[in-house]
């Protein structure tokens, strides 16, 4: 089964700073990536989503992935405050059904 | 409006009870999905279903058992309840059952058995 390392576990930017989170999984089945993120006491909010090598930007949310080095990444640009909420990577592969695996998350905490 | 409704929001159980968790989307999705966030855990895959069948269940417990009354309800019933079963419990839907469809989360139950 596939199994997600995220890091760091937690971590502090100051509001305007680039805020980066990472992800290793541990083979290269996964087809699709995904970054979510989730606010204290409520559901997932789907952030990108990146199926190929390369980068993906959606809005201040940009992922890159690297297939070979088994490694995802979402890079934050001008970080607010109300962005401070864990975020999850999350991968999957492309059958019928399918399941997802998530990442334990990082905890982001902007300051004002 | 929130797009996927789950009930109740909070619920205290005593153990060896048991319950119903309500999932109901109004996204027109065809595949529905429950999931398991415990304490410091990752969110776990527990069921997903696709027009109303069953598509995989990676829960080993049969005490878990979802229930597809209409396409776009996905209820939880959780038999003899432990306390190790307090968790918040996520119902997520997508387009179809493919791996390119985004999911939409609820806001989740979150369950404390007592």
């Not at chain 1, 290269?28 to 909010?45: A, C, I, M, P, V």
Request: net charge positive; glycine share 8%.
């Amino acid at each position: 089964q596939q199994k997600v390392q995220q890091s760091p576990e937690s971590l502090t930017v100051s509001e305007g700073a680039m805020a980066s989170l990472n992800c290793t999984f541990s083979d290269g089945t996964s087809d699709n990536f995904r970054w979510y993120r989730q606010h204290s006491g409520k559901g997932l909010e789907v952030l990108v989503s990146i199926f190929s090598d390369g980068e993906k930007e959606e809005g201040r949310f940009t992922a890159h992935l690297n297939r070979a080095s088994l490694h995802v990444s979402l890079h934050i640009r001008e970080p607010q405050p109300s962005d401070s909420a864990v975020y999850l990577c999350a991968m999957s592969r492309g059958t019928g059904g399918y399941k997802v695996v998530f990442g334990s998350g990082t905890r982001l905490l902007v300051s004002p | 409006d929130p797009k996927i409704i789950q009930k109740p929001k909070y619920l205290v159980a005593v153990t060896g009870s048991e319950k119903i968790l309500i999932c109901e989307q109004y996204l027109g999705h065809n595949a529905m999905y429950w999931y398991r966030q415990s304490a410091k855990k990752p969110l776990e895959f527990m069921f997903s279903y696709s027009y109303q069948k069953l598509m995989d269940n990676q829960t080993a417990s049969s005490r878990f058992q979802p229930q597809s009354s209409k396409k776009n309800h996905l209820d939880l019933q959780i038999t003899a309840l432990k306390p190790d079963d307090s968790a918040t419990y996520f119902c997520a839907s997508s387009q179809d059952g493919g791996a390119n469809s985004d999911y939409t989360f609820g806001s989740g139950t979150r369950l404390l058995v007592i």
